[in-house]
């Protein structure tokens, strides 16, 4: 491997990576794709991920368009309700405690649909989301399944299969790809970035032209984890790759590149206790654990801590990995009886879980104090309400406010033996401190100036996600703004304006 010089550098080779490749191709750039993993281990973070993009949109009649063809399932058991523009940003707003950079989020959403459109143009297979929180074969035979509006769309085989098209799509159209090839740091003149250093086994190699940081945060790193997330992180498991280091994000900051966002904060999930100690391809994220809503979770103490049933699970998983954290040897135990044990999601087959004929029992097994967990058991019995239970919708069935915390949807007794417990812990998923950028995918410096020759896209980005997280807003804020980054590199490659590359991607 030798230097050279391009119009465009990707540094990465996940969704938001690959995504900037091809829109920088597109435009007539030549690109070079930089990949730390060697090609065995090559995708980044979405390869592990469960492939939902998070789009606007008005229902069925927008949804089916984009979705390959023989994969559009059995649709007269299927409903989902729109999801508009405006349900859509108070979701990011709310969720991040109307902390994000609003033009950015506002950005994100505007385009969710139309860059879907554009993956599927670039061969990426989509289909509806029908069977990832609940199997549809275990429902009623007169039970509707209700897709969640803003989880409704994901890429075919998930993360596996999105990166997959995306690196087709790359090879197809010559894109350079350098495997086992990690970027180590920037060439400079001033705040103006002209290329990367790429570190080898005997050697550094120079290679020259605008730079797309898309390599990811910093959740791979036990050290930068403590410094920045606190005690007690460095010992979490990672859902996703080991080599989101956060080198380049270090080394962007150390150039001038300005800090955004929520550094202290991490999308952090629940995660099977025997899960590895980092991302298995083999399992990808086939063991985390999101149907807390239909039980109830406490922690070694036999406490329940957190209120399940707070909001639908894609609003609230992404935070709940940190309250386990949280809890005595970041350890917590979900607890189900037969009466909602058929709505767990398939990926539960992957656990081993615990079984008991009482709540005694139960205790006895998982090394709970037997008394405080019938305690706690009898306390939120005795509290549920009267109501219809729905699994799909916020059904208000609730224990009012004679627990702390309460159950706020989806309260049912916890009476039905055998009882089920599937013991978790925290999974960390990526972190949502990062470089702060513009509309236009330039990374600002500490003026708040734009660097030229610096773009950024994907988790390495801040500003957009503080506290919590809508599930599938990650990998769609990535494509979004891989789009606009490969654009604006491409055109200011070839002289021209960034306005000239986003008003190409918004048309």
Known sequence: MTGSDFDVIVVGAGNAALVAALAAHDRGARVLVLEAAGFEERGGNSRFSGGIFRIAHHGLPDLLPLVAKGHTQDLTRVSVDPYPREQYLGDLMTTSANLSDRALVQALVDESYGTVEWMRDHGVAWELAIGKLVDPGKLGPDETYVLPPGGALRSIHEGVGLVACLFRAVEDAG???????????????????????????????????????????????????????????????????????????????????????????????????????????????????????????????????????????????????????????????????????????????????????????????????????????????????????????????????SLNPPKSNWATPIDRPPFVAYPVTCGITFTYGGLKIDERAQVLDTEGVPMPGLYATGEITGGFFFHNYPAGSGLMRGAVFGRIAGESAAAAAIGETPEAAVSAVTE
């Open 175 to 401: 894109i350079d790809i350098w495997y086992d090839a990690p970027a180590q740091g920037f060439l400079t003149a001033g705040s103006t970035v002209t290329g990367v250093r790429v570190r080898q086994r005997d050697a550094m190699v120079d290679v020259r032209g605008n730079v797309v940081l898309a390599s990811g945060g910093f959740e791979a790193n036990p050290e930068m984890r403590r410094r920045y997330l606190g005690g007690g992180w460095d010992l979490v498991k990672v859902r996703g790759t080991r080599f989101n280091m956060g080198t380049m994000l270090r080394e962007a900051l150390e150039i001038g590149g300005q800090p955004a966002g929520h550094w202290g904060g991490c999308h952090a999930v629940p995660l099977d206790v025997n899960a590895p100690p980092v991302g298995d391809l083999a399992r990808t994220d086939k063991t985390s654990r999101y149907s807390y809503p239909y039980g109830i979770l406490v922690n070694v103490d036999g406490a329940r801590f957190v209120d399940e049933g707070e909001n639908q699970v894609w609003l609230t998983y992404a935070k709940t990995g940190e309250a386990i954290r949280a809890q005595p040897r970041a350890t917590a135990f979900q607890i189900f009886d037969q009466r909602t044990l058929h709505l767990l999601e398939p990926r539960y087959s992957t656990g081993d879980p615990v079984q008991a004929g009482t709540i005694r029992e139960l205790a006895e097994v998982l090394g709970i104090p037997p008394r405080k967990l019938e305690q706690t058991v009898d306390a939120y019995n005795a509290a549920v309400g009267d109501g219809e239970f729905d699994p799909f919708r916020l059904d208000g069935l609730s224990t009012g406010e």
